[in-house]
């Protein structure tokens, strides 16, 4: 068996298409395009990077992006009167911090400010706390797990009554995965650095996220043959052989588990691409949710 390639940058590219058509359609009926706020504390390069991708993402798509760029040396007070500003700003529609931010900084006092009607990235406590309730429904769900549930569902394999196990259990993705499997009727595991037997759990899993950042870490003979495997991870790597020294890799070992499973994301061109999508996407629903209410 070689497993089916989950392309995340196709499926990315159809969703940002129809982004783009709402924002012209909202960019009509209001006058003005919709407005991602970004708030970066400090000067660590790959935060910097994302917020770069982010703002030509909103670009492409039509969106404005703002990006207040603060020095490590800010106070809590200064970080929360930035959200406090882009809760109060009418253009801006989604509120992204970009975590992580400098250990003298509350990020909880920080996130809990956001508004919940701009809270795109899903990671406010009510948004996150109605994720796991029955019955109820957050106004946003996380990024990258969103992305993570849709690519699972491009394999047109049914969710309901399968064995799905998460390894990772982050508040960014390993716990809302969990929580969108649960309520999609998987039976849900989720494993992390304490559970014993994790190859004992994945032998029996029909459906794998890999979300703990450890570089090839989980390896094809320990998964079950013909799996869903949606790989999170993304670690660099020593590779004399690549321009710049070094290659992207995932948490699964992508050369064994293609040999076992039935469809399998790629590091990188997986779930990345659906990042930053689905919190464009998420921008675009909260700038409609605010005219309409």
């Not at 708030?39 to 790959?46: E, K, Q, S, Y």
């Not at 993402?57 to 039509?62: D, I, R, T, Y």
Request: aromatic fraction near 4%.
């Amino acid at each position: 068996m070689v497993a089916k390639i989950i392309d995340g940058k196709v499926v990315a590219d159809r969703i940002r298409a129809e982004i783009a058509s709402s924002v012209a359609d909202y960019t009509e009926k209001t006058g003005y395009a919709p407005g991602l706020g970004v708030v970066l504390v400090g000067d660590d390069p790959a935060s910097a990077m994302y917020v770069r991708m982010k703002r030509r993402a909103c670009e492409s798509v039509g969106m404005v992006s703002k990006a207040e760029i603060l020095p490590a040396s800010a106070t809590q007070e200064e970080v929360e009167n930035i959200v406090r500003q882009y809760n109060a700003d009418p253009n801006i529609h989604g509120i992204l911090v970009q975590l992580p931010m400098p250990d003298h900084i509350d990020e909880e006092a920080v996130l809990n400010l956001i508004s919940i009607e701009k809270d795109v990235d899903g990671i406010h406590p009510i948004n996150v706390g109605m994720l796991g309730m029955r019955g109820r429904e957050p106004s946003f769900t996380p990024a990258t797990p969103t992305g993570s549930m849709i690519l699972i569902e491009e394999t047109g394999v049914q969710i309901e009554g399968k064995q799905a196990v998460v390894v990772g259990r982050s508040n960014i993705v390993g716990l809302p995965i969990s929580l969108m499997l649960m309520n999609a009727n998987a039976t849900v595991t989720t494993c992390h650095s304490r559970t014993k037997d994790l190859q004992g759990y994945l032998k029996n899993a029909d459906i794998v996220v890999a979300a703990i950042g450890r570089a090839e870490f989980i390896k094809g003979e320990w998964l079950k043959e013909g799996a869903i495997v949606i790989d999170v991870g993304s670690n660099s790597v020593d590779d004399p052989t690549a321009k710049k020294g070094y290659r992207y890799v995932g948490d699964v070992e992508f050369e064994s588990a293609k040999d076992v499973a039935g469809y399998i994301t790629k590091v990188p061109g997986g779930v990345g691409p659906m990042t930053i999508t689905i919190l464009l996407q998420n921008t675009i629903k909260a700038a409609w949710n605010l005219i309409e209410a």
